[in-house]
């Protein structure tokens, strides 16, 4: 493979995945590591914090190194280096971010701070080159449920978040109520099909105040209330129908939300992203939602939908395409919850 100075080496530990990758800065993949840390949290149903920062620890010089070999690059190839900053577990965060510092102060060279929301959207811009703007991008994770409007390249506007779960939490409790693993998003995917999503009547949450703002702790207690009423555990004869029409109405709640931006910006593209945008119910209603408003709609591979440092990489070269500032390595942070200004 022909070897140019133009790499990126780009490091995302968010939450639990371990994920390195090394991307050009004309933004070809030479290659993306994701080491998923499902099978230490499974037995709690849920991430614990403390445990992902330590395995982040051991894990990511093991897949730094196995992002450089698949890309066939040395350190010393690399031009410039990315990394996740916020928002996520903050010890999770640090190793990263720690991490990636030493490399760009050893080897003199810029370290690009990213966001991880950020990089999510940018997730939809590695398949899709021309996406027209003004766009709404609509955020779906384990973490974040959260809707922007970008009037162009790498602007983002904040129209609505969630004001208590997000929507892959809610998905990945109700799973671990049921017994049925971790994360519970793809597990309740793959149960719910071929399931009557009319069979469990759900309330849609409504914002009083005509906010864009999003909730899932309501649909979440709801599950739980029918859960214990109707005595449904994981053998029972309608649990497919019970998950379909779980899975059904959180679709149709982040779906709502984002036809309310459609009737109040005036948007050319809509585009879908995180973990959750893997769901299959989600991503063919939110393409019928496209044609339905006569608006373009664009998703990623679902591949780069849940968290992954190419994601990262990307938006590290475009950052640098368009020559945005670039801060000291030194004075690089992490951060829990919000970009700070
Ligand atoms: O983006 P991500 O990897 O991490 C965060 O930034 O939070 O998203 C993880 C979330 C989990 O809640 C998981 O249950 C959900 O994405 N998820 C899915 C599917 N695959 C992952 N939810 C529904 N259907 C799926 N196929
Ligand atoms: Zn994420």
Same mark, same amino acid.
């Given at each position: /493979?022909?070897?140019?100075?133009?790499?990126?080496?780009?490091?995302?530990? %968010?939450?639990?995945?371990?994920?390195?990758?090394?991307?050009?800065?004309?933004? =070809?993949?030479?290659?993306?590591?994701?080491?998923?840390?499902?099978?230490?949290?499974?037995?709690? @149903?849920?991430?614990?914090?403390?445990?992902?920062?330590? =395995?982040?620890?051991? #894990?990511?010089?093991?897949?730094?190194?196995?992002?450089?070999?698949?890309?066939?690059?040395?350190? =010393?190839?690399? $031009? $410039?280096?990315?990394?996740?900053?916020?928002?996520?577990? &903050?010890?999770?965060?640090?190793?990263?971010?720690? +991490?990636?510092?030493?490399?760009?102060?050893?080897?003199?060279?810029?370290?690009?701070?990213?966001?991880?929301?950020?990089?999510?959207?940018?997730?939809?811009?590695?398949?899709?080159?021309?996406?027209?703007?003004?766009?709404?991008?609509?955020?779906?994770?384990?973490?974040? #449920?959260?809707?922007?409007?970008?009037?162009?390249?790498?602007?983002?506007?904040?129209?609505?978040?969630?004001?208590?779960?997000?929507?892959?939490? $809610?998905?990945?409790?109700?799973?671990?109520?049921?017994?049925?693993?971790?994360?519970?998003?793809?597990?309740?995917?793959?149960? !719910?099909? @071929?399931?009557?999503?009319?069979?469990?009547?759900?309330?849609?949450?409504? /914002?009083?105040?005509? %906010?864009?703002?999003?909730?899932?702790?309501?649909?979440?207690?709801?599950?739980?209330?029918?859960?214990?009423?109707?005595?449904? #555990?994981?053998?029972?004869?309608?649990?497919?129908?019970?998950?379909?029409?779980?899975?059904? !109405? &959180?679709?149709?709640?982040?779906?709502?939300?984002?036809? =309310?931006?459609? %009737?109040?910006?005036?948007?050319?593209?809509?585009?879908?992203? @995180? @973990?959750?945008?893997?769901?299959?119910?989600?991503?063919?209603?939110?393409?019928?939602?496209?044609?339905?408003?006569?608006?373009?709609?664009?998703?990623?591979?679902?591949?780069?939908? #849940?968290?992954?440092?190419? /994601?990262?990489?990307?938006? !590290?070269?475009?950052? &640098?395409?368009?020559?945005?500032? &670039? $801060?000291?390595?030194?004075?690089?942070?992490?951060?829990?919850? +919000?970009?700070?200004?």
């Amino acid at each position: /493979m022909e070897i140019s100075a133009n790499y990126i080496l780009a490091i995302e530990t %968010s939450c639990d995945e371990t994920s390195a990758a090394v991307v050009s800065f004309d933004r =070809q993949i030479r290659s993306n590591v994701v080491l998923s840390q499902d099978l230490i949290h499974a037995p709690f @149903g849920g991430v614990v914090p403390e445990l992902a920062s330590r =395995q982040h620890l051991k #894990t990511i010089l093991p897949v730094v190194e196995e992002a450089l070999r698949r890309s066939e690059l040395k350190l =010393q190839d690399i $031009a $410039a280096f990315a990394v996740t900053q916020g928002p996520g577990l &903050i010890g999770s965060l640090l190793v990263g971010v720690c +991490f990636a510092k030493a490399l760009a102060y050893y080897y003199h060279r810029p370290l690009i701070g990213i966001d991880h929301l950020q990089a999510h959207i940018e997730s939809v811009f590695l398949s899709h080159r021309d996406i027209p703007f003004p766009s709404l991008a609509l955020i779906v994770s384990g973490g974040h #449920t959260s809707l922007f409007y970008l009037p162009e390249r790498l602007k983002y506007r904040l129209l609505g978040r969630t004001r208590d779960d997000a929507a892959g939490e $809610a998905l990945d409790k109700v799973a671990k109520f049921l017994g049925l693993g971790y994360p519970g998003g793809p597990i309740i995917e793959r149960l !719910a099909e @071929g399931g009557f999503a009319r069979a469990f009547a759900f309330a849609i949450p409504r /914002m009083k105040d005509n %906010s864009l703002d999003f909730s899932f702790s309501g649909l979440k207690t709801a599950a739980l209330k029918l859960i214990k009423d109707e005595e449904i #555990t994981a053998s029972h004869a309608q649990l497919k129908d019970f998950l379909a029409s779980f899975e059904s !109405a &959180i679709v149709e709640s982040l779906l709502f939300n984002l036809s =309310q931006a459609l %009737s109040i910006y005036k948007a050319e593209a809509i585009l879908l992203c @995180g @973990g959750v945008a893997r769901n299959r119910r989600l991503r063919s209603c939110f393409l019928e939602l496209g044609k339905e408003k006569g608006v373009k709609a664009y998703l990623p591979l679902p591949e780069y939908c #849940t968290d992954n440092a190419a /994601m990262v990489g990307a938006l !590290a070269a475009e950052i &640098i395409r368009l020559n945005k500032p &670039i $801060a000291s390595p030194l004075d690089l942070d992490a951060y829990a919850r +919000f970009k700070p200004d």
